[in-house]
C-alpha cells in the first residue's frame, strides 16, 4: 500500500514570496490534515478535510494560509506572503475517518520550509 | 479547547523501563494516542486508547484513565533506536466531528 506522498521535501524562499506544497492521501481515506511543526514542539493542526469539505481550520491564519482539497483527494496548503515565523515543517496525513475504534494517521515525509 | 502536557525529555538506559506520562484536558474524548518520531523523520503510528486499562503491544504498552485525564506508554527493554520524540495526542470534539491535538512531545535519549 502506498503512504502518504508530499512535495516538494523542502523550499527555501525569501519573506513575503509565495509557496505551494502538495499532499497525495493513502488512498480511500476520506480524512486528511495538515499540520506545522516547529522544531522542538508537537505538531500543530492547521486544516482538518472530511473528504473535500473543511472539518477544522481554526488554527489556520487564513490572511496569509489556505488550502483546498478539490475532489475529495489530492490537497494543496498555500502560503502568500510568507513570514519569517513560517520556517517549520508542514505534515500531512490521512486516516480512513474521525470517529470510531481507532482511524490513527499516516504521515507523510513532510515540506520542510525556510523562509529568508 | 485541548491541553495535553508531556515532559519535555528523559534519558534512559538500555535495556531498562522508562514511563513517558501525558496528562491531557478536552471535551468530547474520542481516544488517545501515541506517535513515535525519530528526528528528520515523520511520526508513526504506536498505540491507541479509547476505554481504560493497558493496551499491550510487543515492548510497548499504553495505559489510559478517562476520569484523572492521564496516560502513559511504557517502553520495555530499551534499544539505542528508540531514542526519539514521543507525542501524545488526543482527538476531541470540535464543531460536531473529531479533530486531533498533539502534545509537545517527549524527547527520549536512550544510552548504552
Known amino acids: 500500500e502506498a503512504g502518504v506522498a508530499q512535495s516538494p521535501r523542502y523550499k527555501i524562499i525569501e519573506k513575503r514570496q509565495s509557496v505551494a506544497f502538495w499532499c497525495n492521501p493513502i488512498s480511500g481515506h476520506a480524512t486528511l490534515y495538515w499540520y506545522q511543526q516547529i522544531l522542538g514542539q508537537g505538531p500543530k493542526l492547521l486544516i482538518q478535510?472530511?473528504?473535500?469539505?473543511?472539518?477544522?481550520d481554526s488554527q489556520l491564519p487564513k490572511d496569509r494560509f489556505s488550502a483546498e482539497r478539490l475532489k475529495g483527494v489530492d490537497s494543496t496548503l498555500k502560503i502568500q506572503p510568507a513570514k519569517l515565523e513560517d520556517s517549520a515543517v508542514y505534515l500531512c496525513?490521512?486516516?480512513?475517518?474521525?470517529?470510531?475504534?481507532?482511524?490513527?494517521?499516516?504521515f507523510g515525509p513532510g515540506t520542510r520550509l525556510t523562509v529568508l | 479547547g485541548q491541553n495535553i502536557d508531556q515532559p519535555t525529555e528523559m534519558t534512559a538506559t538500555e535495556g531498562a523501563i522508562v514511563q513517558i506520562n501525558c496528562t491531557y484536558q478536552?471535551?468530547?474524548?474520542?481516544?488517545l494516542f501515541w506517535y513515535q518520531q525519530h528526528a528528520g523523520e515523520a511520526p508513526t503510528f504506536l498505540s491507541y486508547n479509547v476505554l481504560d486499562g493497558l493496551e499491550e503491544k510487543g515492548r510497548f504498552s499504553s495505559f489510559l484513565s478517562r476520569s484523572k485525564g492521564y496516560s502513559y506508554l511504557l517502553l520495555k527493554e530499551l534499544q539505542m533506536k528508540d531514542s526519539a520524540s514521543y507525542l501524545c495526542?488526543?482527538?476531541?470534539?470540535?464543531?460536531?466531528?473529531?479533530?486531533?491535538?498533539f502534545g509537545r512531545g517527549t524527547s527520549l535519549i536512550v544510552h548504552p
Open positions: 478535510f472530511q473528504n473535500n469539505g473543511v472539518v477544522d
Open positions: 478536552t471535551s468530547g474524548f474520542n481516544g
Open positions: 495526542a488526543v482527538r476531541g470534539a470540535s464543531g460536531g466531528s473529531y479533530i486531533p491535538t
Open positions: 496525513a490521512s486516516s480512513l475517518g474521525v470517529r470510531g475504534p481507532l482511524n490513527e494517521q499516516f
